[in-house]
């Protein structure tokens, strides 16, 4: 068994962190929080006290919010001493973030992989994510142990780790649309007096089988939004991802505008603003 490293102890990152330990890995753990480290610390985790010292094992990963977060951590200062050893990034970020983070990466001298993932922290725990993964074909190689005990597959989308990312941002600007759909699809059966329950059933075992309309749809229907899973201010940044990709591609999003105007609205709303992504769900349902 290998000692890792793991920076990021969010929902996601945490899940997965776990799952690495109960495999009979060795974990040095980080979290700007330090306190986010303290479940995996107790079930026998190390926590260093810089991001530097995590990134300092001869792989690393990392589970960031955003953007920003990932740039700041995975940063030419952090990865200095670092020669000879890899990283991959499972966060969902923009494509022209992990360009620069590949570049700033290959400078340190320290291989650079994207795996953005599929699944929800249960998802991660039970070791059972789809896993996106981009970057030279010699570190997938030498990733695949780990990535093995994370995920049930991983899917290859070649050599440049940007390409990892856009996938993932257009993954979830589908899940977006799905959402949107299934408010919809309540709200015309609601006005009927019919029960949500009962079309998502119909939906989920028919024609639209799979989790998310499944998982999403049951959520939906039973208005049961806590705790969440995927928070709100994530959903539209992944829109905002979404939007970013495809003016540099010169891609005309249509539907881009409403799903925008549904999640500010949950987000300007004290009642919605705090729950799972789906209770975008209410401000379609509100009007």
């Not at 962190?17 to 974990?27: F, I, K, P, Q, W």
């Not at 990283?87 to 340190?108: F, P, Y």
Request: proline share 5%.
């Amino acid at each position: 068994m290998a000692t890792l490293g793991f920076l990021g102890m969010g929902n996601m990152g945490s899940a997965m962190a776990g799952r690495l330990l109960e495999s009979g890995h060795e974990l040095r753990v980080w979290n700007r929080s330090p306190d986010a480290c303290d479940e995996l610390v107790a079930k026998g985790a190390v926590r260093v006290s810089s991001a530097r010292e995590a990134l300092a094992e001869s792989v690393s990963f990392s589970m960031f919010a955003n953007d920003e977060a990932a740039e700041a951590v995975l940063s030419a200062e952090n990865l200095a001493g670092a020669e000879g050893r890899m990283h991959v990034n499972m966060a969902s970020i923009s494509t022209a973030a992990a360009e620069r983070l590949t570049a700033v990466a290959g400078s340190a001298g320290v291989g650079y992989l994207a795996s953005p993932v599929l699944g929800r922290p249960a998802v991660a725990a039970a070791g059972n994510l789809n896993l996106l993964v981009a970057g030279p074909e010699a570190l997938v190689a030498a990733a695949a142990p780990y990535l093995d005990v994370l995920g049930v597959r991983t899917w290859r989308f070649g050599e440049q780790p940007s390409r990892a990312n856009g996938v993932k941002i257009s993954v979830n600007f589908t899940i977006l649309h799905a959402l949107q759909a299934m408010a919809e699809g309540i709200s015309l059966v609601e006005s009927q007096g019919l029960e949500a329950g009962d079309f998502i059933e119909l939906l989920s075992g028919t024609l639209f089988p799979g989790v998310v309309y499944s998982g999403y749809g049951s959520m939906m229907a039973e208005r049961r939004y806590t705790p969440p899973g995927f928070s709100m201010p994530l959903g539209l940044k992944d829109l905002g991802l979404a939007e970013d990709l495809a003016a540099e591609g010169g891609v005309t999003l249509p539907s881009a505008p409403v799903l925008r105007d549904r999640f500010e609205t949950a987000l300007a709303d004290p009642d919605l603003a705090e729950l799972d992504w789906s209770a975008v769900a209410e401000v379609t349902r509100g009007r």
